[in-house]
């Protein structure tokens, strides 16, 4: 296993090899309404899976670092009706938060919908950073995404990870890379008051995620992992991060044999 030290080494190396781009480029990739494709492998694994991106794909760049920080606050109803309708694999479901740039010092509120034919459509809008509730005008902002009651909703989960974003050179899809996640959870206590908290971290493994207009396996990024053997899986960083933290409390088969299944592929050891 690679030391924290060799490993940054191995991956500044591999990062160094792509031609770069810059955030004005990443955002004329309009994948808004997309099909997302997850794969996840062990953290050791992505220098070289990346060495294996470059002749396809460019890197974003910013502020000459490849590697971003992102803060996502999570939203749901006291009910948890979010997190359990994506357990239940409800068609047409909802995650709503906000999401923090801290390299640019930019944030927006968030609403992604899973429609009833497997595709990921977003929809934001840029906030004050220093926003940490939803207010009137955020909540008639979610009541456009078709999300009854949003004013009840209240912050659940804070998820802080490490991102390295890639764009293909025909800029028809975006391919992400995230690890390292840090999890913060509120939960309730005796008198159901949601002023209880729980950490956890998932340290040694990475998410990555296609995104196309329309699935195509006939992606440079689909060659290399089925080279690997590795194929696509369902992963939701809100409904993980729940289950861990508070598992007991929720309705959570589902995540867990997930991770009992992370578990036998050795793509994390917690």
């Known amino acids: 296993m690679l030391s924290s030290n060799d490993f940054n080494s191995s991956l500044a190396f591999s990062l160094d090899q792509f031609k770069k781009h810059d955030l004005v480029k990443a955002d004329s990739i309009d994948l808004m309404n997309r099909v997302d494709s997850k794969f996840l492998f062990r953290l050791s694994e992505l220098p070289k899976i990346l060495e294996e991106c470059v002749s396809s794909y460019s890197a974003l760049q910013m502020l000459k670092t490849c590697v971003f920080a992102y803060k996502n606050t999570y939203f749901d109803f006291p009910d948890y009706h979010l997190y359990l309708s994506h357990h239940n694999k409800k068609l047409n479901r909802n995650k709503v938060r906000f999401r923090t740039y801290p390299k640019t010092e930019t944030k927006f509120l968030e609403v992604k919908t ?13 906030i004050p950073i220093e926003n940490k509730v939803i207010g009137e005008e955020n909540s008639i902002f979610i009541a456009e995404q078709g999300i009854a009651n949003p004013k009840t909703l209240v912050p659940m989960q804070m998820c802080n990870y490490k991102r390295i974003s890639l764009m293909d050179y025909g800029a028809s899809e975006r391919l992400t890379f995230d690890f390292h996640l ?48 590795l194929r696509p899986k369902g992963f939701s960083k809100y409904c993980m991060g729940m ?28």
């Open 114 to 126: 899973k429609t009833n034919k497997g595709r990921t459509v977003k929809a934001r809008i840029k």
């Open 182 to 229: 840090h999890y913060n959870c509120r939960y309730e206590n005796s008198n159901k008051r949601f002023d209880k908290e729980a950490n956890f971290e998932l340290g040694d493994f990475v998410i990555a995620e296609l995104k196309q207009n329309k699935l195509s396996r006939e992606s440079k990024f689909y060659e290399i992992m089925r080279k690997r053997m």
């Open 243 to 270: 289950f861990l933290c508070q598992g007991n409390n929720l309705k959570s088969n589902r995540f867990k044999s997930n991770l009992l299944r992370m578990r036998k592929e050795a793509i994390y050891n917690g």
